[in-house]
T-cell receptor, first 113, second 110 residues
Framework: DAGITQSPRHKVTETGTPVTLRCHQTENHRYMYWYRQDPGHGLRLIHYSYGVKDTDKGEVSDGYSVSRSKTEDFLLTLESATSSQTSVYFC????????????FGPGTRLTVL | SQQGEEDPQALSIQEGENATMNCSYKTSINNLQWYRQNSGRGLVHLILIRSNEREKHSGRLRVTLDTSKKSSSLLITASRAADTASYFCATETQAQKLVFGQGTRLTINP
């Protein structure tokens, strides 16, 4: 599992509330990613980080923000959750050259009512 | 936008048969990675093939890559019931980002 944990693993919240998901890694990888998975769409990249305080947008970044103040933690925040953000969220790390593989955490199932 | 497209979307075979899944993509890539996902679970990394490689093996898995056709295939030989899962290809672009296809649902019938 490449030492990746996600918390919480399940969350139910109401529309308009803020939500923060946490991804934690133990192996000091530089690159970290947040994806969402929805039926019919596969996995889509939300945001990613290439170092502490270095982040960039992915394909579906609207409504999400991220922060990375330490190498091991990458936080995903929904400032004001909407029902369209009900999804399964996966965090991933990318191993260094020459491997360059992405390994995924166990996922967080988020339901926005 | 999805770069990778998998074919077929669903595949059902008998245990012991071989399963072949295909992936096509649109732009140049650093590498292509295949993942397995069991129902309701996370993604398991299966294999990575670099853009300068043509074929790679890992146990019962064989992956090919044809950059001229922008396509890859995943072959699972001697399938088992435990191989029942969804399989995704993902292409890594120059920006170290993965773009996923929508996956192939593989069912192995006993």
């Amino acid at each position: 599992d490449a030492g990746i944990t996600q918390s919480p693993r399940h969350k139910v919240t109401e529309t308009g509330t803020p939500v923060t998901l946490r991804c934690h890694q133990t192996e000091n990888h530089r690159y970290m990613y947040w994806y969402r998975q929805d039926p019919g769409h596969g996995l889509r990249l939300i945001h990613y980080s290439y170092g502490v305080k270095d982040t960039d947008k992915g394909e579906v970044s609207d409504g999400y923000s991220v922060s990375r103040s330490k190498t091991e933690d990458f936080l995903l925040t929904l400032e004001s959750a909407t029902s369209s953000q009900t999804s399964v969220y996966f965090c991933a790390i990318r191993t260094s050259f020459p491997f360059n593989e992405q390994f995924f955490g166990p996922g967080t199932r988020l339901t926005v009512l | 936008s999805q770069q990778g497209e998998e074919d077929p979307q669903a595949l059902s075979i008998q245990e012991g048969e071989n399963a072949t899944m295909n992936c096509s993509y649109k732009t140049s890539i650093n590498n292509l990675q295949w993942y397995r996902q069991n129902s309701g679970r996370g993604l398991v990394h299966l294999i990575l093939i670099r853009s300068n490689e043509r074929e790679k093996h890992s146990g019962r898995l064989r992956v090919t890559l044809d950059t001229s056709k922008k396509s890859s295939s995943l072959l699972i030989t001697a399938s088992r019931a435990a191989d029942t899962a969804s399989y995704f290809c993902a292409t890594e672009t120059q920006a170290q980002k993965l773009v996923f296809g929508q996956g192939t649902r593989l069912t192995i019938n006993p």
